[in-house]
């Protein structure tokens, strides 16, 4: 069950999953929100802090933001919270939500004959006819893609060519990439004391072509090599690339050759880990979960196209889910294949952050078209949590039951001797195999011993620790040719103490 | 109660006791309250979060108050239900700075007056909308609203504002308290 809030259509906030998060504090009990603000696109990002309900704080960004953490950064108590932000060929890093420092990303290496051409044009032995001729020529052939700045005087109009030269001509032509991908965060070795290192991948894209250039990997706080073993299976393309290829690449540390690909059927809009797996959300409404290796375990249709995904981690529960932004106001929550839950939204989600804010555990913050801001925060009594034997049973009979841990090894040890068992096993040793869950032991055993005469081989499993468990329950025929047809199982058991949901049935 | 007992409580001797739960979100200042309500030699300095719950004694002019301080944490939470029965009158704290979990305390107090040991009671329940020093503290008029209070139609209800760590708005609500009980 959901509870809302917050709402502020007011918020004027026009953001994305990758550009909002939740932290920026040293305290985990007073965690704020982080949102990069793309503002119109073009202007007015903003870097916007919200603590509770309110705005706090503002910053200005130069330049779009595309990616955005929250970590703490030193390696000593107190630690300091910092936030980085992946904008433009940048990542900026603010410490205390003050600007603290500016990676730049190493520039590429520009093309020699394009160098050569914009030479000449400046020293006015190629006139921008033939210029363009030239550019375009390279464009097709040449491997290292053009610059912005050609491509964009390929776009020009011809009476304009004139004025770019000269504003152009005292600039050195370069090539930088521009961060795709957001930095991710990794738990360091240390799990306990909660030192996170960060990790940040970066991958280099230009900005036009969306082709892959390099992957770098740097780390900030601890060395390289402690948080190496961990950051392994932790790396991975975040579906950038994907973007144009329709495939999803998995690479590992120091490549930049992808490892695996996974080829999917359509354009992934979406990218969420959930474990070891990998959920992608694609364009023709669908959910695809593969593992890290890149094989398909499981395709689930969704009713309405993906407008965005995110990871819903509760650590208090240890439980994972897949967050889903739908088209038609909706958020499906999805473990593994299941759909678990649907939260119904005003508008439609246009990003989703789920995490611990404020004092509140489950706090799920969604951002919408129409640039409002929402909070919902789950109810303590709520359980989403994938009931593992509803979902998992197969076509056979499923009785959920509950009971206590005390109970449930008196259970155990009632199965176990073999009184039970043996004695029943009558004239007609029989057989029906269906893999039923369920119940009360005691109990049981005795009904098999009333109803019919049933030898329970192997005794029943009891998988679970409680509150709710799995009994699993093997019947055997061990007559070599007398069939047995229409069993009925019935439970006998302390309705004080289990619950059951139908304790007769056929077998 | 016998006639030596009624005696006592004439002459002002022996106090009737009643015992309070006290109840609301975690960090919304139960423990702060309790604290300050009991004479000043017997408080603590340091308030720390309350785990389960405790168990904190106090008198006034002519009530003897036991109050069952419980934790307000999210998976304490359940253990509330058990002592619904023993209490007589309730104290709902509310953190009235956060704004953001309003609707939690909504949901908490709404599930504490529909369950069946309290429903059909007549219990007064006193509201402290507490942390009224914070800048950004909503009024007690405006967190009445947030929680609906005027749809308790069976109950005696108050609510003060109150400032526990100075210990401001207390007696007004434990004064209310007294006279209802």
């Known amino acids: 069950k959901w509870l809302e809030a917050h709402y502020d259509p007011l ?85 205390n939500l003050r600007p603290y420092f500016k990676f730049t990303l190493p520039p590429l290496e520009v093309n020699a004959l394009e160098q050569e051409v914009w030479s000449q044009a400046r020293e006015d032995k190629i006139d921008p006819m033939s210029l363009k001729e030239m550019l375009e020529g390279i464009r097709e052939k040449a491997d290292v893609p053009l610059s912005v700045r050609s491509l964009k005087f390929l776009r020009l ?187 119904k939204t005003p508008d439609m989600v246009t990003s989703i952050c789920f995490g611990r804010y404020g004092r509140e555990d489950g706090a799920l913050i969604m951002t919408t078209k129409g640039t409002h801001l929402a909070v919902q925060t789950e109810q303590e009594c709520a359980s989403p949590r994938c009931r593992d034997e509803e979902l ?116 | 109660m016998g006639l030596f007992d009624k005696l006592a409580g004439w002459l002002g001797i022996k106090k009737k006791e009643v015992h309070v739960l006290c109840l609301g979100l975690d960090n919304s200042g139960k423990t702060t309250i309790i604290n300050k309500l009991k004479p000043s030699n017997a408080q603590t300095q340091d308030i720390v979060p309350t785990i389960g719950f405790s168990i904190e004694k106090f008198k006034t002019s002519s009530l003897s108050f036991t109050v069952f301080d419980m934790s307000g944490q999210g998976r304490y939470r359940n253990l509330w239900e058990h002592y619904y029965k023993e209490g007589q009158a309730i104290i709902f704290v509310i953190d009235s700075s956060d704004k953001l979990r309003m609707v939690v305390a909504k949901e908490e107090l709404d599930t504490l007056l529909n369950h069946p040991d309290i429903k059909h009671r007549r219990m007064p329940i006193l509201f402290f909308a507490n942390k009224m020093d914070l800048r950004d503290a909503l009024s007690s008029v405006k967190v009445s609203q947030l929680l609906c209070l005027e749809n308790i139609k069976d109950k005696p209800w108050h609510i003060c504002a109150s400032d526990a760590v100075k210990g401001e708005g207390l007696q007004e609500g434990v004064d209310w308290l007294q006279g209802t009980v």
């Not at chain 1, 603000?37 to 990002?45: A, I, K, P, Q, W």
């Not at chain 1, 330049?63 to 910092?82: C, I, N, S, W, Y």
């Not at chain 1, 695996?260 to 669908?286: A, D, F, W």
């Open chain 1, 11 to 95: 918020a004027n906030l026009y953001t994305f999953s990758s550009c909002i998060a939740l932290g920026g504090t040293a305290t985990p009990n007073s965690s704020q929100l982080v949102v990069g603000d793309l503002g119109t696109g073009v202007y007015n990002m903003k870097l916007k802090v919200y603590r509770g309900t309110s705005l706090v704080s503002e910053n200005t960004l130069l330049d779009l933001p595309t990616g955005l953490v929250a970590f703490l950064m030193d390696q000593h108590e107190p630690r300091t919270p910092a936030v980085a932000v992946a904008s433009g060929p940048f990542i900026y890093i603010y410490k």
């Open chain 1, 392 to 507: 998992q049973s197969p076509a056979g009979v499923t009785v959920g039951m509950r009971s206590s841990r005390v109970l449930r090894v008196l259970l155990d040890e009632e199965l176990q001797s073999p009184a039970g068992v043996t004695v029943t096993g009558l004239a007609a040793p029989v057989s029906s195999s269906p893999p039923e869950r369920g119940s009360a032991s005691l109990a049981r055993a005795r009904a098999c011993r009333l109803c019919s005469p049933v030898p329970c081989r192997p005794p029943p499993q009891v998988q679970g620790l409680g509150p709710s468990f799995k009994l699993t329950l093997n019947i055997q025929n061990t007559a070599a040719c007398r069939p047995v047809m229409n069993l009925a199982v019935s439970f006998l058991y302390d309705e004080s103490l289990y619950s059951m949901k139908s304790a007769f049935f056929k077998v």
């Open chain 1, 157 to 343: 109009l011809r009476d304009l060519f004139v004025p770019l030269k000269v504003v152009s001509r005292d600039i050195a032509l370069s090539l930088s990439g521009c961060v795709m991908s957001l930095p991710l965060p990794l738990r360091g070795t240390g799990g306990q004391n909660r030192s996170q290192s960060l990790v940040i991948i970066i991958i280099i894209i230009t900005t036009t072509t969306f082709l892959l250039i390099s992957v770098y990997f740097s780390c900030l706080s601890p060395s390289w090599k402690q948080s190496g073993a961990r950051a392994q299976g932790d790396m991975r393309f975040r579906g950038a690339e994907s973007v144009l290829l329709s495939s999803v690449c998995v690479c590992y540390r120091e490549s930049t050759k992808p490892k695996y690909c996974i080829e999917l059927s359509s354009h992934p809009v979406g990218l969420v880990r959930v474990g070891k797996n990998v959920v992608v959300g694609c364009t023709q409404e669908t959910l695809h979960g593969f593992t890290q290796k890149g094989k398909k375990l499981w395709t689930a249709y969704l009713p309405a196209p993906i407008t965005t995904m995110s990871l819903m981690d509760h650590h208090a529960r240890g439980f994972q889910a897949v967050l889903v932004g739908l088209t038609n106001c909706q958020v499906h929550m999805y473990c593994d294949k299941n759909l678990v839950g649907v939260i």
